[in-house]
């Protein structure tokens, strides 16, 4: 697992980018904890940087929507999903599990 920050440092409506083989963002929705890779799939944009509206990241690019929960796109102009990864919290510190690649996705 991935040690991301204590969960005092992540308030809610907020994001941070956590470094990784490919980076992750975790977001708090309402003390709700949600992890997906942080590159938009459309170009290359860190979407813990987006605008967060619910469970869903807008990226502050072009305006593509992922849903937090399932990592789909809900419009163009980025057409693949992202990735959602596991969190866990554990005496204070937020973690990610790392969801490996699907076989050819980068």
């Known amino acids: 697992m991935i040690p991301v920050c204590p969960t ?14 490919e980076p992750i963002a975790v977001f708090n ?5 949600y992890a997906i890779d942080d590159t938009c799939t459309h170009q290359d ?16 690019l072009h305006a593509s929507c992922f849903d937090l929960r399932t990592g789909k796109v809900s ?8 990735r959602t990864h596991r969190v866990v919290v554990q005496d204070g510190m937020v973690y990610v599990q790392a969801e490996p690649a699907a076989d050819g996705v980068a």
């Open 29 to 33: 929705v309402d003390g709700d904890l």
């Open 75 to 82: 419009g163009p102009p980025a057409k693949a999903p992202v």
């Open 45 to 60: 944009a860190s979407l813990a940087d987006g605008w967060l509206d619910g469970c869903t990241v807008e990226c502050p």
């Open 8 to 21: 005092t440092a992540l308030p809610p409506g907020e994001a941070i980018r956590v470094e990784a083989d």
